[in-house]
């Protein structure tokens, strides 16, 4: 339970620092900013990570959907978090 409790927080901390403009959602543009950041600079890895994390297909990276996205790829997020 405490690794949940953990992860969550990581990943709330994640998704304020790519939430560059602080509303709520993380978009393509700040998405890509990101992962340029993580060392991923490919306009096609931004398009493919973002219609993978976005459920549902607003354009828009929700806080449950990283959640959602961090339970499926526990070890890619523990990568994110080292990296920053």
Do not use: H, T, W, Y
Not at 6 to 23: H, L, M, S, V
Not at 30 to 57: F, P, T, W, Y
């Amino acid at each position: 339970m405490a690794d949940e409790a953990q992860n969550k927080a990581d990943c709330e901390r994640i998704f304020k620092r790519f939430d560059a403009n602080g509303d709520g959602k993380i978009s393509l543009a700040e998405l890509g900013n990101a992962l340029k950041e993580l060392g991923s600079s490919s306009q096609d890895e931004v398009k493919r990570r973002m219609a993978e994390i976005d459920l549902d297909g607003d354009g828009f990276i929700s806080l449950e959907e990283l959640f959602d996205f961090q339970r499926a790829n526990p070890d890619l997020m523990k990568i994110v978090v080292k990296k920053l």
